[in-house]
């Protein structure tokens, strides 16, 4: 498989990681990634726009979102606050291998859960909503609580059948430019604290400079540099917060060569330059 966030979720016998992000996260714009893991998110204010693959919708307070494993998502927030529970799904079957048939049809991508539920969807919200409170107040019992509340949900999904078993023609077109895609974020991730330029990026996909910037626009919704440039500013935010390094060798770090257009550009993404993020 390309490259893709490889991060260590929770622990070995309870993989789940929980986020709670408003606008001091160093992750609050949601740059384009995708991962193995599955992912719920729920907002709990303003809205959150996110293209899953190709697929855009706007949540609000109260709405769910379910992101399937391997799809590629990117989200803008809009005074939002919102939270992530990303888990590997296969530790559901370390509880019980009477599920196992769905749990492996996600897993293989073969089953494909819908991505938006409304707030006014009852039933599932207060499902998915008892796997964020469970994790939230981590009581002595919340493994038990959270494994209980993944079961309950999936168990309306499966009832529901609010799944997809094949895509559509337009999806398996739309399919094929995916993987592409998935290259092109490889390549950026995986160089972003070196100089590289839109030449790079395009040799590295195959691609002219001119289609490059076409297909990444129509993908994304950005230009390859300014993917470039939001995802270094993503990596040097949380270096920022996580280390005590100078901010002028956390620029060069993350593959900036001038401080002042580090400065400009951070403050640009952030609202507030380095210095004052990171005292904030």
């Not at 995708?34 to 855009?56: C, Q, S």
């Not at 094949?166 to 998935?182: A, Q, V, W």
């Not at 919704?221 to 280390?243: F, M």
């Amino acid at each position: 498989m390309a490259y893709n966030e490889l991060e260590k979720r929770g622990t070995d016998d309870f993989p789940v990681e929980f986020f709670h992000i408003d606008k001091n996260h160093p992750r609050y714009h949601m740059s384009a990634h995708w991962h193995g893991e599955t992912e719920i998110i729920r907002v709990l204010d303003g809205r959150l726009d996110i293209k899953l693959d190709k697929r855009a919708y706007s949540a609000y307070k109260g709405d769910v979102l379910f992101v399937n494993p391997e799809t590629i998502h990117q989200a803008t927030p809009h005074n939002c606050i919102y939270e992530c529970v990303v888990f590997h799904i296969e530790f559901l079957q370390m509880c019980t291998y009477s599920c196992s048939f769905f749990i492996d049809s996600i897993l293989k991508c073969d089953c494909l859960i819908n991505e938006y539920f409304a707030c006014d969807d009852s039933e599932l919200s207060l499902a998915a909503n008892e796997i964020f409170d469970s994790l939230l107040k981590k009581s002595s019992g919340y493994k038990f609580r959270s494994i209980s509340s993944f079961y309950k949900f999936f168990g309306i999904v499966v009832d529901r059948h609010t799944y997809i078993h094949k895509l559509s023609d337009g999806e398996k077109t739309n399919s094929k430019s995916i993987p592409k895609l998935k290259n092109i974020l490889a390549f950026i991730r995986e160089n972003y604290d070196r100089q590289i330029t839109l030449n790079d990026i395009a040799s590295s996909a195959e691609m002219s400079v001119k289609y490059l910037g076409a297909f990444f626009k129509s993908m994304t919704g950005k230009t390859p540099i300014d993917y470039l440039n939001e995802y270094r500013i993503e990596k040097a935010a949380q270096k920022l917060l996580g280390t005590d390094v100078k901010v002028t060798d956390i620029a060069y770090d993350c593959g900036f060569n001038d401080l002042s257009y580090f400065i400009k550009t951070f403050k640009k993404i952030k609202h507030l330059p380095p210095g004052k993020f990171r005292k904030q």
